[in-house]
């Protein structure tokens, strides 16, 4: 059960790459140097600017003294530049990475950060929105130490009094975070939802293809809540049923429910200590009509990437039924609400320009 979730701030809570930028490149050009040489100067005092021996001021200015090219308005020039780029990074905070903080929290579950950061980003994250919503904070530039130093996750832990396992730590995988959370037991995932927006030289770390992969910040909530659980192909009639009655829908005769149990084409039921807490079930003509009957979470178990799993393995089964050049209509309804859910696996709601309401109707027997 993961009980603390711990983010990376740059590239996953939010990103550079927004608004004005001002990277190497565009100092050099405003100082009229060579790119190489003033990049290899500037890196040269990186490690000191992010653990606190010098602000970025002073940082600058080593960096132009090692150049002999300083001058006190060039260092003025270029902290007023990065300012104002961080202003718009911090201007721009996604309302996805608020909310998601809020929901975690809803959740019950602990949320910190781990940050490398330079003085001025130090200053906007304590003054940012976000940083209320953490329950313990630890910036490189204030503690001395950056990632991947395992002391900052440590202390976090003990603080939380957590283990390893009841961690889950997010970010976009620079400064080997992820790897370093993996090493002392946490779990780890990789933070994906700005990348589209990045580029070289400066996305700090490759795709890692041995973690996990969250496209919205929304699935970070999901990734925390994730639930263990048994996959079977069975499901009793009277479970049937109870699973039916917990989301409030439509009871059938259990010899009914039966026979439309047999007929399914594909049945997938997660269970929980021998309980169901999950179903999806397909009725396909073995022609070109497939139907999702059935996405039921029970409701103590939703929000906690049930529904997800259930659509994956259904998208993967109708997948495996189209033989070489078959097209198939995928066809299903969408509790009211539920729409958006949906739209993530490619379906889209009707009315459209080309397709009428989706109908239906119900009927009993004639008594």
């Not at 990103?15 to 009229?32: H, V, W």
């Not at 530039?141 to 976090?156: C, N, R």
């Not at 198939?328 to 009428?356: C, W």
Request: charged share 25%; hydrophobic share 40%; proline share 5%.
């Amino acid at each position: 059960m993961i009980r603390a979730v711990i983010f990376d701030m740059f590239e996953t809570l939010v990103t550079l790459f927004t608004g004005r930028t001002y990277f190497s490149e565009n100092i050099a050009e405003d100082l009229g140097v060579p790119l190489t040489e003033f990049r290899d100067a500037w890196h040269a005092t990186e490690v000191e600017r992010t653990i606190g021996k010098y602000t970025m001021e002073e940082g600058f200015s080593e960096t132009l003294r090692k150049l002999n090219l300083y001058r006190e308005d060039w260092v003025e020039l270029v902290c007023r530049k990065r300012r104002e780029a961080l202003g718009d990074t911090f201007s721009a905070i996604p309302e996805e990475s608020v909310q998601l903080l809020k929901d975690l929290r809803a959740h019950g579950i602990r949320t910190a950060l781990i940050s490398n950061c330079f003085s001025d980003e130090c200053k906007l994250i304590h003054e940012s929105v976000l940083y209320p919503l953490f329950d313990t904070v630890r910036l490189s530039y204030e503690q001395g130490v950056k990632k991947p130093d395992p002391s900052m996750y440590q202390s976090i832990m003990e603080e939380f009094g957590v283990t390893p396992a009841e961690c889950l730590y997010i970010g976009d995988g620079g400064s080997h975070e992820l790897q370093a959370a993996r090493k002392i037991g946490m779990n780890a995932a990789q933070a994906m939802w700005f990348r589209p927006g990045m580029f070289e030289p400066h996305v700090s770390c490759p795709v890692f293809s041995d973690f996990p992969h969250l496209e919205r910040q929304a699935d970070v909530v999901a990734e925390a809540l994730r639930i263990d659980y048994d996959v079977t192909d069975y499901i009793t009639p009277e479970e049937y049923m109870e699973m039916r009655r917990q989301v409030e829908w439509s009871e059938f005769p259990l010899e009914q429910a039966a026979e439309g149990l047999s007929h399914s084409s594909f049945l997938c039921c997660f269970r929980r200590e021998g309980k169901p807490i999950g179903l999806a079930r397909v009725i396909w003509d073995h022609g070109y009509v497939v139907y999702i009957a059935d996405i039921i979470v029970l409701p103590s178990y939703q929000k906690g990437g049930l529904g997800r799993d259930l659509m994956n393995r259904v998208m993967g089964f109708i997948e495996r039924i189209l033989k070489p050049g078959y097209r198939v209509m995928i066809s299903l309804q969408a509790a009211k609400g539920k729409e958006n859910f949906y739209r993530k696996f490619g379906f889209e709601p009707r009315p459209t320009d080309n397709h009428g309401c989706g109908m239906h109707q119900w009927m009993e027997a004639k008594k």
